[in-house]
């Protein structure tokens, strides 16, 4: 199993907000983990990734049998942890490209790999950036300084094909996104798909799904998965709406 | 008596050795020169030295820098070996060179160059000697004596220095590299006095480098009087990195005549206490000023950028623009006084002073200072302090890049904005090498300053290609 979550309890400030989640995610295998507004979809992700705001009060998180708790930020994206960003940081005065190349390096530099070369780095943006379409000279700007939405979600799919995660989560990255880019986003997640590793793709809508279609669906409620089910569980949402899953918890 | 050792700085030391030298310090003097240096003595004996009960000196105080004592020389102290001292320059930067070696300007066989194109530059000693009317028509001219005691002190002691003449219409071919070294085995009280004519239509970049070689204490008091004539133009770096002992009071005055145009870079990587006085006058319509700053101060230094740019005439375009980042216990002050006169108009004046404090001791007082008496004027002024963004820190490690190349990344960036305005290539670079170094923790004031590039540099383990930032 490549991620348990097992009865995890996380907050912020003291408050709680995931009272309870379990979750087992595969090798190979796509889960969308859908829900309202504020029911945690957000903060289970940051918890994953392991931002240090959220404290973790019950309940254990395994990556590829090893407990999460224990490794930092870094360590955990080292080991093949992904967040796409529900909002990507805008960072002045670092370009993409010394970003992704720090990144990729420190990377492989935690696999006892050596440094990428130049050349070979610059051809391996150039073939991930066709990858996201992305055509412009995006990559000599700071990062996602003055990008659009539609620019910034391609970015995150761009790092995420230049790091190829293991475990890649995408926190609301349709957001925003007019449906060419959606189509973009969702053709990237598709080609990065592989038989190890594995996408948590977080969304309020059903459309993304018609593109990045799930082996699972989840339904995230006041801090508990409290349905789950194949793809045409997300049908059955977009239809019925999240009212009948409040009733439903009442 | 020519040195004096030991001593406290205090008004009346001063005001004594004045009246024992009088005879000769001014023995070059021309009479208007002489009028001018008893003036300013005048002024020094009303003013003294400034403390803190003063607005402009309010949260600098100098008090131990004073009583550390200081040996203080009317002469050059002993023969310098000169390719020892300035063992090179900037790697690849083609300067001319000149050089300073505890206030007295270091000259070998030629204190004053003569070069083809008109441009003279050298001892200002030996300046006042060769070219009495050139050095009296701009000599304390420029630097106000009446209400800076400093100001009014050096002039009064004014001995050597440095001298650079661009004539009108002469463009310097390559940047001048002015070397300031201190190297001293005793605590050492320096002034020096530099002059700097740009002609109209005249161009200069100048690179001024203050640095010590050693850890012994020093007080420096330096006046250095820029005159830009009419459509001249100067690009101007300031590159402090002394010792920890060191205190520097740096003040630089400009005058701009009509059209002429100003880009002035203080970049301040370490220094005990320092402070900038920056004066820019505007005395004519349509010039421009452009003022970047850059601290990086750690331990208990403390730095004082203190800014007054005189809109006298209309039309003219000022911009202040320093970041800092703050380590420990470290301390930064920024005052940016811009003054808009009442037949000002059109003025164009923008002030901004960034910080991040990389601890809860280190401290920042941001002071941007709007004082406009006209209507038809475009100012604007911002001041942020913060610590380093907690969401961008998420974000890159998240992306596995380790906190402190995070932190690293995060404070270059933040850093660049400033180091990216440098003209000169060679010394851009240069400049960066040091930042990050001196970010690292690993820039050293004796082997590492601008000088020593004798010793390669070492390959750092730091993977951003900071040229493509």
């Not at chain 1, 998180?61 to 080292?78: M, N, T, V």
């Not at chain 2, 063992?87 to 300007?105: F, K, S």
């Not at chain 2, 940047?175 to 320096?190: A, K, R, S, T, Y």
């Not at chain 2, 000022?318 to 940016?336: C, M, P, Q, V, Y």
Request: charged content about 25%.
């Amino acid at each position: 199993m490549l991620l348990q979550i097992k009865n995890l309890h996380a907050g912020i400030h003291g408050k709680e907000i995931l009272r309870g989640v379990n979750l087992d995610v595969d090798k190979g295998e796509i889960h969308a983990i859908m829900g309202p507004n504020g029911t945690g979809k957000s903060t289970l992700a940051s918890v994953i990734a392991g931002r240090e705001v959220f404290d973790v009060t019950a309940g254990e998180i395994l990556y590829k049998g090893k407990d999460l708790k224990k490794l930092s930020i870094e360590d955990r994206a080292r080991e093949g942890i992904f967040l796409g960003f529900q909002y990507p940081v805008e960072i002045p005065g670092v370009s993409i490209t010394n970003f992704m190349r720090t990144a990729v390096n420190e990377v492989r530099k935690f696999k006892g790999l050596d440094p990428l070369p130049g050349g070979e780095f610059l051809r391996l943006m150039e073939e991930k950036k066709r990858l996201v379409e992305i055509t412009s000279n995006l990559t000599n700007r700071s990062v996602n300084e003055g990008f659009s939405g539609g620019e910034k979600k391609k970015n995150e799919i761009f790092q995420m094909a230049m790091l190829e995660p293991m475990l890649a989560i995408l926190d609301e990255t349709d957001s925003g996104l007019d449906i060419d880019a959606l189509r973009i986003v969702a053709n990237g997640v598709n080609k990065l798909r592989r038989p190890d590793n594995a996408f948590v793709v977080i969304t309020h809508y059903q459309r993304l799904l018609d593109y990045i279609v799930p082996d699972f669906v989840h339904v995230l409620f006041e801090g508990r998965i409290v349905k789950s089910g194949g793809k045409e569980l997300a049908l059955e949402l977009e239809e019925k709406g999240y009212d009948w899953i409040k009733k439903e918890q009442k | 008596m020519q040195t004096e050792s030991k001593e406290p700085v205090t008004q009346k030391r001063f005001i004594d050795l004045f009246e024992k030298n009088r005879a000769f310090l001014s023995a070059n003097d021309t009479p208007g020169l002489n009028v001018t240096r008893v003036k300013a003595m005048a002024s020094f004996a009303k003013l003294g030295f400034p403390d803190t009960s003063m607005e402009s000196w309010r949260l600098t105080s100098l008090e131990e820098s004073f009583e550390r004592g200081y040996d203080y020389h009317l002469q050059p102290m002993e023969e310098v070996d000169v390719q020892k001292v300035f063992r090179c320059n900037i790697p690849h930067l083609d300067t001319a060179v000149i050089g300073q070696l505890n206030g007295w300007y270091v000259s070998k066989d030629v204190p004053l160059m003569e070069l083809g194109n008109g441009i003279i530059m050298g001892s200002l000693a030996e300046a006042r000697k060769k070219y009495p009317q050139l050095i009296e028509k701009y000599f304390g001219t420029i630097a106000d004596d009446t209400n800076d005691g400093f100001t009014a002190l050096n002039t009064a002691f004014t001995q050597d220095g440095v001298f650079i003449y661009v004539p009108d219409n002469v463009k310097s071919p390559k940047p001048v590299q002015l070397i300031n070294v201190i190297h001293h085995d005793e605590n050492l009280f320096l002034q020096s006095r530099n002059l700097i004519i740009v002609g109209s239509n005249a161009m200069l970049s100048l690179v001024h480098c203050d640095d010590s070689y050693n850890h012994q204490a020093s007080f420096s008091n330096v006046v250095t009087e820029v005159h830009l004539g009419e459509h001249g133009a100067m690009d101007h770096y300031k590159l402090q990195n002394l010792n920890n002992n060191s205190t520097l009071i740096s003040s630089v005055f400009f005058r701009m005549a009509a059209s002429a145009s100003l880009d002035s870079h203080y970049l301040s990587l370490n220094g005990g206490l320092l402070r900038n006085n920056i004066r820019v006058l505007f005395n004519g319509p349509n010039g421009n000023a452009s003022i970047y700053g850059l601290y990086l101060m750690d331990r208990k230094q403390h730095v004082d950028n203190n800014l007054f740019i005189d809109h006298a005439y209309p039309g003219c375009t000022s911009s202040e623009t320093f970041k800092g980042i703050l380590d420990e216990h470290a301390r930064a002050i920024f005052n940016g006084h811009v003054l808009v006169r009442r037949d000002a108009a059109k003025t164009d004046a923008r002030q901004s002073n960034k910080n991040i404090l990389l601890t809860d001791t280190a401290r920042v007082n941001s002071k941007p200072f709007l004082e406009i008496y006209n209507d038809d004027v475009k100012c604007s002024h911002g001041s942020t302090t913060g610590q380093l963004d907690q969401e961008s820190m998420f974000y890159l490690r998240q992306r596995g890049i380790g906190e402190e190349t995070a932190r690293m990344l995060l404070m270059f960036a933040f850093a660049d904005e400033i180091v990216a305005r440098i003209a000169i290539p060679q010394l851009r670079q240069r400049i960066e090498d040091m930042v990050k170094k001196r970010l690292q923790g690993e820039l050293q004031i004796c082997e590492q300053c601008v000088l020593h590039c004798s010793t390669p540099e070492h390959p750092i383990e730091f993977q951003i290609d900071l040229g493509k930032i």
